[in-house]
């Protein structure tokens, strides 16, 4: 699976972001898809995640103030990011995996390359 990543980009506390992320090759629907994301000098951290029946689990910090959704139709993963404040200023990553668990314990099968989110106080 090849996973492409975009969307990212500046914004002010408070305003919104939807990250996209857009997967090739294996079946699609196959695999949970997820987002994570890494903060400078700080260690990998799972944002949210949604398996292959929809069910979908999020990071306690981004409850409520992030959405993650999925297009099998486009092979697409959503993050709808609302109420952003600068401590969500990372890049982001989506990942995939076979395994919905997995993926929110961020044992990762594929993921692509990183897209930029800045949040400016």
């Known amino acids: 699976v090849q996973l492409q990543a975009s969307g990212g980009g500046l914004v002010q506390a408070g305003g919104s972001l939807r990250l996209s992320c857009t997967a090739s090759?294996?079946?699609?629907?196959?695999?949970?898809m997820g987002w994570f994301r890494q903060a400078p000098g700080k260690e990998h951290e799972f944002v949210a995640a949604i398996s292959v029946s929809d069910s979908t689990a999020y990071e306690s910090s981004v409850k409520g103030r992030f959405t993650i959704s999925r297009d099998n139709a486009k092979k697409t993963v959503y993050l709808q990011m609302n109420m952003l404040k600068p401590e969500d200023t990372a890049v982001y990553y989506c990942a995939a995996n076979n395994n919905y668990q997995d993926l929110i314990g961020l044992k990762l099968d594929y993921w692509g390359q990183g897209t930029q989110v800045t949040v400016s106080s």
């Open positions: 090759g294996r079946t699609f629907t196959n695999y949970a």
